[in-house]
């Protein structure tokens, strides 16, 4: 039997389903007439993709990736938070703006990652209309936050390191608070769209408009026009992701230039020993490479990210096996950048270093100590006073 005919809708809507089923499954001698129906070789025969099911290794190796990514965005982000927010000394104007990092960085952690790792292996949309909406806000909620705090930090210390006659943009770590409240406040605003368009659909495959064969479900952004998604999808990857980080690549080729080329010490340094000058130049290179090699893996992350979407927006991506893989690998590298951050913080922040350690050995010490009446507290002011690696 030739497939055009079978295709033909007039014959469909002359026949009943019985008859259907009949004519495509009777004659064929590979298989019984209800494996036919139970492998679905109905639907096959009819042009109807099958249901994606990933290979076996693909979901094995995805579920571990998940979980080492969870577990240490989830660990290193909540050292961030504990440290900035037990020890005054950590309080800075940075140290704010890197708390805020953390908090977007669990939000995507604890709200995203596992719903998306489920989104993925599952054939359909479980998770209900309201973590449809929610999981894909927060997500770019955080994502866009992210952005814009990045570009505050590299306004501040570009503003700090290259004009140093000049009064401080944010002068102290109260006011930097403020400054982090209204860029959650903006990320939530500009990417509020999606709280409205952001669906469950439900999808049906259908003989002849008058059968339903499948019913399935996807969670997706639904547009009164396709042009208005691409508007939002460039509003999104342009004027929140490519515009501030080409602005903080040319306010970090300033800062470098005055640190490395110029090797400039701001009026604060000049009453110190040349030693003293030269350490305060040394741990502020140190705390600007520390930034830099943040802004690039959050860019370096997030870029397949973008991509894909922009991609995805602007022709059709059919939702196959090959095609479901990607986009989870493109959103594990995204999630990736969660555990990033404290890790180059241990590294290169000496402040960060000793304080995640104190915080990982603060039970075990605080057993010895307890008991001994006037112990000595002193030890807690472990950093010297040049160490000026966050505070600049």
Known sequence: MDNSTISDSTIFSDMSLEELLVMLCTNRTNMTFTECLEKEQVLTILGIPPLVVLPTLAVTLLIVAYIIVFVLALIGNSLVVIVITRRRSMRTVINMFIFSLAISDLLIVLLCVPFTLVDTLTIDWVLGPFLCKALNYIAMVAIVESTLTLLVIA???????????????????????????????????????????????????????????????????????????????????????????????????????????????????????????????????????????????????????????????????????????????????????????????????????????????FNRRRQMLKGKKGAKTGSTNIFPPYNVATNL
């Open 155 to 361: 306004l501040e210390r570009h503003h700090a390191i290259c004009y140093p006659l000049r009064a401080r943009m944010i002068k102290n770590p109260r006011k930097a608070l403020y400054v982090v409240g209204v860029l959650w406040f903006l990320s939530m605003c500009l990417v509020s769209p999606l709280l409205v368009v952001t669906q469950v659909i439900e999808h049906h495959d259908t003989l002849a408009d008058v059968v339903v064969l499948r019913t399935y479900r996807f969670c997706e952004e639904q547009w009164t026009k396709k042009t208005h998604k691409q508007n939002f999808t460039l509003f999104l990857v342009v004027l929140l992701y490519v515009i501030p980080l080409t602005t903080m690549v040319v306010l970090y080729l300033r800062i470098a230039n005055q640190l490395w080329v110029r090797k400039a010490v701001t009026p604060g340094d000049m009453p110190r020993s040349k030693a003293s000058s030269a350490c305060s130049l040394r741990y502020k290179k140190k705390a600007t490479k520390m930034l830099i090699i943040v802004v690039v893996l959050f860019a370096s992350s997030w870029l397949p990210y973008h991509i894909v979407n922009v991609f995805r927006d602007f022709t059709h991506l059919l939702d196959s096996g090959h095609n479901r893989l990607m986009l989870a690998i493109v959103q594990l590298v995204g999630f990736s950048n969660s555990f990033n951050n404290p890790i180059v913080y241990v590294f290169l922040n000496e402040n960060f270093k000793r304080n995640f350690l104190r915080t990982l050995t």
